[in-house]
């Protein structure tokens, strides 16, 4: 049974001024609909963001331990409801239960997280030349933040900036992914049901030629926030900067590991599989091109291909299996594409590349984890983002090589070492371009507390979730008082 969701303005479930909506397609059966949601128009962005206008005349001025309540209560409400909303974002974009799971309470964490912000200060006191002057700073909200969240990881990023945005005292209007826009609807009823004021939190479900657009030009809405391509964030920069609003963007990857010859390579073969291969590679912080020294390539290369030979496809719902479909036709088509060209361009297929054999494959977006070797940096998949789970292996003389080799790319977002050397461990810090570094582990992963955020054209290089996310978030107030004589 299909779930029909609506748009969600000044605290009232209503459709799409035009009557239009969107079917929502589960990837791993595309013949089943998994609901619908409100194909918005420009009129129903408006109305959400004068909504928003209106509610942050008193949101902003509520105690921000008030609000920092609310988010708590949020988190208790998304635990509850885990199971339910998983289960949908598993069918909406196919990654596996136990990772959509995982989101949701990871989802939690970062409200609770938030939810003490609403505690902690939010100035400082500054000394002064005049021995009667009093200085200090106070952190504002920016007031109506549009919130433009990608189809990937459809509950963790959408809550990593709400999260923050709430309990500094903007309000919001978000437009999730068409893909993902029931499960958009569930969050957001997370939040009504927490007894976040009427106006506060405004979903507009649509296209974002549309509504996002829309948000993003939007005189009333001092602030986007946006995950996504490169292309799109690219727009998003350009008319945030002509009308003078605050923006932060969060792009591609194209992610390097480096493995040396003194790493253990079965953890190394194990962190690299998971890094390219979970959520079907469909991460901006996807392992996506390994660095192995030559001295212990082929014994990588045997370990790693073992393993990807090992992973069971299928529908994400199914426990048994480690990777699920890909999102949509469109992806599917898109990681073909890349595929193919890897094959033109010369380089040597060890595994995969194709469709999994059988019935249940033949209804679904389903893709073979695939590995490529004999990759050169010339090569169209060592140079652009696949969003796929397609791994180039590339074998390099000596650390050198290999750092020259992973920076040799427009991208800076994620970036992982395998070695027991402390002081190659040091020099590849200093040395990798790159926002997010991992010492003998997966590219992927991030914890509330942790700022979030790459270097390049990865990024606007602002950053996301822990206490950087103030920067964004808020402005500054400088406060001076002189006494009256």
Known sequence: MSIQTLNYINGEWITARNGEI????????????????????????????????NAFKTWSKMSSVNRGQLLEKAANLLEKRADEIAETATKEMGKMIAETKGEVLRGAAILRYYAQEGLRTNGEVLPSASDDKFIFTKRVPLGVVGVIAPWNFPIAIPIWKMAPALVYGNTIVFKPAAETGVTA?????????????????????????????????????????????????????????????KYQLELGGKNPAIVLDDADLDLAANLTV???????????????????????YESFKNILVKKVCELKVGSGLDEKVQMGPVASKQQFDTIKHYIEKGKVEGASLLVGGGVPKGAEFEQGYYLEPTVFEQVTHEMTIAREEIFGPVLCLIKVKNYEEAIQKANDTVYGLSAAIFTKNLGKTFQFIDDIEAGLIQINGETGGAEPQAPFGGMKESSSHSREQGQAAKEFFTTIKTVTVLPIQ
């Not at 106006?199 to 948000?215: A, C, I, K, Q």
């Not at 986007?224 to 920069?237: C, D, E, K, L, P």
């Not at 590679?281 to 996807?286: D, E, I, L, S, Y």
Request: glycine share 10%; with cysteine.
């Open 22 to 53: 969107i079917e929502s397609i589960n990837p791993a059966n595309w013949n089943e609909v998994v609901g619908t949601i409100q194909s918005s128009c420009e009129e129903d962005v408006d109305a959400a963001v004068l909504a928003a206008k």
């Open 185 to 245: 609807a569930k969050i957001v009823e997370v939040f009504a049901d927490a007894g976040l004021p009427s106006g506060v939190l405004n979903l507009v479900n649509g296209r974002g030629s549309v509504v996002g657009n829309r948000l993003v030009d939007h005189e009333e809405v001092a602030a986007i926030t946006f995950t996504g391509s490169n292309a799109v964030g690219r727009q998003v920069a350009a008319k945030a900067v002509a009308r003078g609003a």
């Open 274 to 296: 998971a890094g390219a291969m979970k959520q079907s590679g469909q991460r901006c912080t996807a392992t996506s091109r390994v660095y192995v020294h030559e001295k212990v």
